[in-house]
């Protein structure tokens, strides 16, 4: 060692990129530096993996494409296998180094390992900012209290957010210390996993992350305000998954799209918010960690929700008989995306119309979307329950038809997905259960055959949750939130 300093930077799938990675240039500047992955088996293990296939795919592709980049740079990607709260202590023993440097993660279960590895390291764990635009922690009410509500939360964090400053990617990194000896775990490949490659998902690494920011910058950033409702459009900046494995940090999205703050300021400030409710997600779940178990609303803790073994195999499989729902659904399982009007839509139905539990639902979600994210699923879902921060008031229940007519007004989101509708004209692709006969004739359309009646009647439907959600709710004893 020269300066006697040596930091070992531990990339750990939340920050998958060179660029403005407060860990890695701080790193920089305080001699010699190792970069590690850990395989840890709470997601690697095969078992596990093939949990999260579309989520590991986009992982493996950002992985390999930051190891890529590392080793261009001059230095080498170590990869070692095992548990994280194993691994990292003992090469930080290994390798001699004076710290570990990380960025933050702000799940519980990341938190409680980040605890146990500071306790077991002889060595400071010191941990960055990149995950969230502010620490979680840090967005308070007037009372020290955080906020249980949206845009009170919005507001404060953009009064006191610091000015955002971008990190550049470093143009070179100093190789392996000559004394670092170590050979990586081969790196996992998704037919080692037993997952099966999908074509049609977003390629992962930073590089394709990067060409995403920029098109959506160039044009759809300055119509997003009007554009991004609307399910048939690219009006969205589809960078979820980016943010989540940090193949982009938000500071770096945030930056780029403000901007174009003066020249868009309606669609610009739409798309900051949209990255202040991800901030809103993370802090809510970072100050109530039970949220993953329990919903946010306190009086729906014991809600009567259900499961019908045929009602979800409709709904996973897009077979439901709404033309939205059932686009949503397949649309999830083709592409491992799903526009967020749609995700809104689809999950108001299941827990709805169809009075399934939103954990169900989440943890479909979770296992089928690229961006699956903890923070943000959770708060999607229970949202759209009824049950969540800042909810949809339970008693307002969408309506799967006009949702669809609102903001698929072409039908075209459907046509993509239920082709078997693709022929109805416009006015009918929504509502194929009340199209005349002679219509679904020409359309090819043979209802109940080749594309389902309704399961449950939206009148009915909606009349049922709202019964039974006030009974249950009228006999809770009033509790604080
Ligand atoms: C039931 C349900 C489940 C969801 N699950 C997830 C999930 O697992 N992971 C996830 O990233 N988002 C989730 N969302 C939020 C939202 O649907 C997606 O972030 C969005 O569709 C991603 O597309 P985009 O990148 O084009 O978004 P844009 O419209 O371009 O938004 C920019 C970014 O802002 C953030 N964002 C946008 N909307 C929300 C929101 N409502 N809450 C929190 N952050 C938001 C995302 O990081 C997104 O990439 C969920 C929403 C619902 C209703």
Redesign the pocket.
């Known amino acids: 060692m020269t300066s006697g300093r040596r930091t070992l930077v531990w990339f750990r799938g939340k920050d998958l990129r060179l660029s403005d990675h407060a860990p890695l240039t701080d790193a920089l500047q305080d001699g010699e530096l190792i970069p590690l992955f850990v395989l840890d088996p709470y997601f690697f293990a095969p078992a596990r993996a093939r949990e999260l296939p579309h989520r590991m795919q986009f992982l493996l592709e950002s992985l390999e494409a930051l190891r890529s980049n590392i080793a261009h740079l001059g230095s080498e990607l170590l990869l070692a296998a095992g548990k994280s709260v194993d691994v990292v202590p003992r090469l930080a023993e290994r390798f001699r180094v004076t710290r570990v440097v990380a960025q933050r993660w702000s799940e519980p279960f990341g938190r409680e390992r980040d605890r146990r590895i500071t306790a077991a390291l002889r060595v400071p764990f010191e941990l960055f900012g990149g995950e969230t635009l502010a620490a979680p922690e840090t967005v308070r009410n007037g009372s020290g209290q955080p906020f249980s509500v949206f845009t009170p939360f919005a507001r404060a964090l953009r009064r006191d957010l610091p000015e955002v400053r971008v990190l550049p990617a470093p143009k070179r990194l100093p190789p392996l210390p000559p004394d670092v000896r170590f050979e990586s775990a081969p790196m996992p490949t998704l037919s080692s996993l037993g997952i099966e490659a999908n074509p049609k998902l977003q390629g992962g690494g930073e590089r394709a992350a990067r060409q995403r920011l920029k098109e ?1 910058v160039a044009a759809a950033a300055e119509h ?1 305000d009007a554009r ?1 409702d609307r399910m048939d459009l690219p009006g ?9 494995f940090g193949t982009l940090c938000v500071r770096t ?1 945030w930056s780029a799209v403000s901007a174009l703050q003066a020249e868009a300021p309606a669609a610009i400030t739409t ?1 900051t918010n ?2 202040l ?2 901030e ?2 993370h802090a809510t779940l970072w100050d109530r960690p039970h949220l993953l178990e329990r919903p946010f609303r306190e009086d729906f803790e014991g809600f009567p929700w259900g499961f019908d073994e045929e009602g979800w195999h409709a709904w996973i499989t897009g077979k439901t008989g709404y033309p939205v729902v059932d686009a949503a659904a397949r649309q999830l399982m083709a592409e491992g ?4 009007r749609a ?2 839509i ?2 108001s139905f299941l827990t709805k119309h169809q009075l399934i539990h939103y954990r169900h ?2 943890a479909h ?2 296992k089928y ?1 690229t ?3 903890w923070a ?2 959770n ?3 229970q ?2 329950a009824g049950c969540g921060t800042d909810a949809q008031p339970y008693f307002r229940v969408f309506n799967p038809t006009l949702q669809g007519e609102k903001f698929d007004p072409n039908g075209d989101y459907v046509r993509r997905w239920v082709p078997e509708l693709a022929a109805l004209p416009a006015k009918l692709i929504h509502r194929p259960h009340e199209a005349p006969a002679k219509a679904l004739a020409s359309a090819g359309v043979e209802l109940g055959k080749t594309y389902p009646t309704p399961i449950v009647e939206h009148a009915l439907a909606r009349d049922r949750f709202l019964k039974v959600a006030d009974s249950y709710l009228k006999a809770q004893p009033a509790r604080p939130r």
Request: proline share 0%; glycine share 6%.
């Open positions: 959506f997003y991004r969205t900046s589809r960078l979820s998954a980016d943010l989540k999205v798309y949209e990255l409710w991800r809103f997600t995306f799903v526009h967020n995700r809104m689809a999950a639902g989440e979600y979770l979307l961006d699956g994210d943000q699923n708060a999607g879902w949202w759209s």
